[in-house]
């Protein structure tokens, strides 16, 4: 697209080199801004951290289905606020396909909920996704107010999200189907009446009389096997450390960045340089981590936005959009939520 773009518009006399190189250099910061958080947020994933998370997150459910959503979507939009949410998903998301395979439940509930756990840590903070990164260099919002004004309202959303799920929905987390095709395996220990139960309060209070079986379910075969693995999820702890250090630095490198006049960019660079020489790693394995994608992605997109402004066509839609506002700033910024 960009390429068709650039043709065009320098046969058409719109859009030269020069313009096509400005577009690019503007956003330069961007760029750097990607690249630096995914040589920290990769040393992290190579040091074995988010893994080792998950892990231990999937234990701490001891089967529980409600406490399967609750815990994976508190930790995913936790991870999600500093660690691109593609990494993310990918960690947590087979944790949960494997629980729902032993424990018998349907995933795509719990799938969506941690899919929009995710989004909304990604939305909180300036670091969390490739939108806000765009958006606060180049608005050059300092990372301080963007939590301020983000942080909140993302928090709200998820916990209107857990609660609507928790009581709109609680044939979800009813844990007499999950809980009768593990005793299944446990014959003749499966109690009589077993289909009356319809909460997990209820059943968990049960359960304990009968001989231990939650024991026995946190002693099953795939929490065995988790916990076997456990402590080889982390590959790396000299770059765990470093890698956490790292983080915290950059965490307080954006904080104080609108004091010491910085760009948030130049920290995140700064920040994945370090990760890359300093980080434990190999320099490879973390450069495998830059998503050349991503780069292209958005070097492409640059491009073509640089040819709407060019063009003019970007001046006309926000005239548009100013004229069918009536001078209304409400309406404006609906406008642009949903034009947008």
């Known amino acids: 697209g960009a390429i068709v773009v650039a043709i065009v518009g320098h046969h058409v006399g719109f859009y030269n080199r020069d313009q096509i190189a400005s577009a690019l250099k503007s956003k330069i910061d961007v760029l750097c801004f990607i690249v630096g958080m995914q040589l920290i947020s990769g040393l992290l994933e190579e040091a074995g951290a988010l893994e080792y998370l998950a892990k231990k997150i999937t234990l701490a459910t001891a089967g529980n ?4 959503m609750l815990f994976f979507c508190l930790v995913t939009y936790t991870i999600s606020l500093m660690v691109n949410n593609l990494t993310t998903i990918m960690l947590v998301a087979p944790m949960v396909l494997r629980l729902s395979k032993y424990l018998n439940f349907d995933p795509k509930p719990f799938l969506v909920g941690i899919i929009v756990a995710s989004n909304l840590g990604g939305a909180s903070t300036m670091v969390g996704d490739f939108p806000n990164m765009l958006i606060s260099t180049e608005a050059g919002l300092p990372f301080y107010q963007f939590i301020y004004y983000m942080l909140p309202i993302c928090l709200l959303e998820l916990f209107v999200m857990l609660l609507y799920l928790r009581f709109a929905m609680p044939s979800l987390f009813r844990c007499e189907t999950n809980i009768r095709s593990f005793l299944a395996t446990w014959e003749p220990l499966k109690p009589t009446g077993a289909n009356e139960y319809q909460d997990c309060e ?55 960045s609108d004091y010491v006049h910085c760009p948030a960019a130049v920290v995140a660079l700064v920040g994945g340089i370090t990760a890359l020489v300093f980080g434990g790693c190999e320099p490879v394995r973390l450069l495998e981590k830059v998503s050349i994608r991503d780069i292209l992605f958005f070097s492409g997109l640059f491009v073509l936005v640089g040819a709407a402004e060019a063009s003019g066509a970007l001046t006309y839609v926000s005239r548009l959009i100013v004229s069918l506002s009536f001078g209304n700033i409400l309406i404006l910024c609906l406008l642009l939520m949903w034009v947008g």
């Open 202 to 256: 209820q059943w968990d209070a049960d359960f304990q009389k009968f001989n231990g079986r939650k024991d026995k379910l946190k002693n099953s075969e795939l929490f065995l096997k988790i916990k076997q693995s456990l402590p080889g999820a982390i590959k790396n702890r000299t770059a765990l450390k470093r890698g956490l250090v790292i983080m915290g630095g950059v965490v307080i490198g954006f904080l104080l």
């Open 65 to 68: 289905t409600w406490r399967i």
